[in-house]
């Protein structure tokens, strides 16, 4: 079975100023020539273009929701025996993530049930310090 790994990249916006081109609609195709044959050049095969909800924030508390195209190419792996590892967020790491980590390190067991914080007790009253 062939396996493949995606590329998500975002559309042009506007096209770019080439010499010799003066209409709108010819310097948008042009710069999107230009990105799909610099991808195919890769080796990324282009798929199709989806327009997609995106959330962002709009002032100090509200939200509003913007529609950002996006162009998706793939590429098949290497070879069938492949293993795509998955590139970590920039945020922090998910729980589940920590527990598998903790548990692979030799010597640790992972922590058994739900974490519970024991800093702070959860009737109200305060913690002297020792």
Known sequence: MTMFEYKVVPAPKRGEKIK???????RFA????????????????????DTLPSE??????SKTTVFQNVLVFR???ESDDAVITPVPSPKSEPE?????????EPGKAPPVGPAVN????TDGSSVAAE
């Open 20 to 26: 010799g081109i003066k209409a709108g609609d010819a």
């Open 118 to 121: 024991t800093d702070k007790p």
């Open 96 to 104: 589940a993530a920590k527990l598998i980590k903790q548990a692979e």
């Open 56 to 61: 962002e924030r709009s002032g100090l508390t």
């Open 75 to 77: 590429r098949a792996l």
């Open 30 to 49: 042009h710069t999107l020539e230009t990105l799909m044959n610099e991808m195919g050049a890769q080796g990324w095969e282009y798929q199709r273009a």
